[in-house]
């Protein structure tokens, strides 16, 4: 059975920072790319960044250059480095697993809240 | 990249059926068969519902079904259930090698 579990999330100052964590299980973690979408408060879904199993990425405009999506294929987690928070980061943090061959999401986690607040 | 076009509220009664369209451009929808449609419950994470235009995962009732055209793609459930009441979110895969997914759809059965 497909699992993940993210963790890591709080309340942070803005300009703070903050890791997140997904911890994946139920399948060959190094095979599929990963992904990170977030949904403020009572809006919609937004996607955030993307990794490979390999390692090569891609981001969202409104995230390039603050936040950092990687992986430990050894540890099956993928992360997502927060830097200059804003409040307008403020949101539940959902990981996905991306489905092979298509480009489409079949696996969610249950998602972490992260408040940017002062 | 702008978030795809979605209709915020659609309702039907039971048994109808009800169809929520999703626009978006030639760099996205237009340009690729990669539209995904995810279900959400309210405090719940999405689950994927379609993807690739008109596939239903493994589990996926077949009263759920997907079309597009041109720009626009479209996701039809008939019979509508009780269970059916969520938000809907479109999604697809850009020619920035990046994902967008649309504004959300309300869907209500009265």
């Known amino acids: 059975e497909v699992q993940l579990l993210e963790s890591g999330g709080g309340l942070v100052q803005p300009g703070g920072s903050l890791r997140l964590s997904c911890a994946a299980s139920g399948f060959t973690f190094s095979n599929y790319a990963m992904t990170w979408v977030r949904q403020a408060p009572g809006k919609g879904l937004e996607w955030v960044s993307l990794?490979?199993?390999?390692?090569?990425?891609t981001y969202a405009d409104s995230v390039k250059g603050r936040f950092t999506i990687s992986r430990d294929n050894s540890k099956n987690t993928l992360y997502l480095q927060m830097n200059s928070l804003r409040a307008e980061d403020t949101a539940v943090y959902y990981c996905?697993?991306?489905?092979?061959?298509?480009?489409?999401?079949?696996?969610w986690g249950q998602g972490t809240l992260v408040t940017v607040s002062s | 990249q702008s978030a795809l076009t979605q209709p915020a509220s659609v309702s039907g009664s039971p048994g109808q059926s009800i169809t929520i369209s999703c626009t978006g451009t030639s760099s996205d929808i237009g340009g690729y068969n990669y539209v995904s449609w995810y279900q959400q419950h309210p405090g719940k994470a999405p689950k994927l519902m379609i993807y690739e235009v008109t596939n239903r995962p493994s589990g996926v009732s077949n009263r759920f079904s997907g079309s597009k055209s041109g720009n626009t793609a479209s996701l039809t459930i008939a019979g509508l259930q009780a269970e059916d009441e969520a938000d809907y979110y479109c999604?697809?895969?850009?020619?920035?090698?990046?994902?967008?997914f649309g504004t959300g759809t309300k869907v209500t059965v009265l």
């Open positions: 996905a697993k991306r489905s092979t061959p298509g480009p489409n999401f079949d696996y």
């Open positions: 990794i490979s199993g390999s390692g090569s990425n």
């Open positions: 999604s697809s895969y850009t020619s920035s090698d990046t994902y967008v």
